[in-house]
């Protein structure tokens, strides 16, 4: 009984495959997140810095929801930019 048997394929002998090139994807959770750390950011130098005067923490309530806010905003919009 015979088996025909090939080596395999030498690297050298290999096609090479292009890579693919382009943007890749954006992520929407690293997105939101991201810009959520970057909105603390701002609300902590603000309120470090004076520019927002906070008397209470009562002051805050206006203040800290922001980030979400603006992260949630920006992540709607690239979801909805992504399915079209």
Known sequence: MSYDYAPPP????????EKPTG?????????????????????????????VDIDSIEDLRWLLPLPWIVGGSIGLLAALLRKS
């Open 23 to 51: 943007r890749h994807p954006v992520n929407i959770g690293h997105l939101v997140m991201g810009l959520a750390f970057l909105a603390f950011v701002v609300v902590w130098a603000l309120i470090v810095t004076g520019t």
């Open 10 to 17: 030498r690297f050298e002998d290999r096609a090479v495959d």
